[in-house]
């Protein structure tokens, strides 16, 4: 139904920037849900930006004010810019979709790990040198 191809990743000095995009095929609809997680070595997937689709986004902690998660017009291609790169900010990240969120908003959270999205890239890595 749904797939995601991640592009972007690579390595940076701390301080810098770069941006992630994830182009998605298939059709998302007013319900669903999108976001970005990470994933480090030996550590658990952790939530980073999510959004749905009328622009509504929340952030963890970690990255509020230095990443900003966004859309395209036409809804085929979800963006994460990130600034103010740190060492800490290196994994893999992946785009996901929550197709259908039926509890009004609860479920499109980074705080529940992306436990609820059935629809996963492949992956892009981040690598952030100090």
């Known amino acids: 139904q749904v797939q995601l191809v991640e592009s972007g990743g690579g390595s940076v000095q701390s301080g810098g920037s770069l941006e992630l995009s994830c182009a998605i095929s298939?059709?998302?609809?007013?319900?669903?849900?999108l976001g970005w997680f990470r994933q480090a070595p030996g550590k658990e997937r952790e939530g980073v930006a999510v959004?749905?689709?009328?622009?509504?986004?929340t952030y963890a902690d970690s990255v509020k004010g230095r990443f900003t998660i966004s859309q395209d017009g036409a809804k085929k291609t979800l963006f994460l810019h990130m600034g103010s790169l740190k060492p800490e900010d290196t994994a893999t990240y992946y785009c996901?979709?929550?197709?259908?969120?039926?509890?009004?908003?609860?479920?499109?959270?980074?705080?529940?790990?992306?436990?609820?999205?059935?629809?996963w890239g492949q992956g892009t890595q981040v690598a952030v040198s100090s």
């Open positions: 298939g059709n998302t609809n007013e319900d669903s849900c």
């Open positions: 996901a979709v929550l197709l259908w969120d039926l509890t009004g908003g609860s479920h499109c959270v980074t705080s529940r790990g992306g436990i609820d999205f059935g629809f």
């Open positions: 959004t749905n689709t009328r622009g509504r986004a």
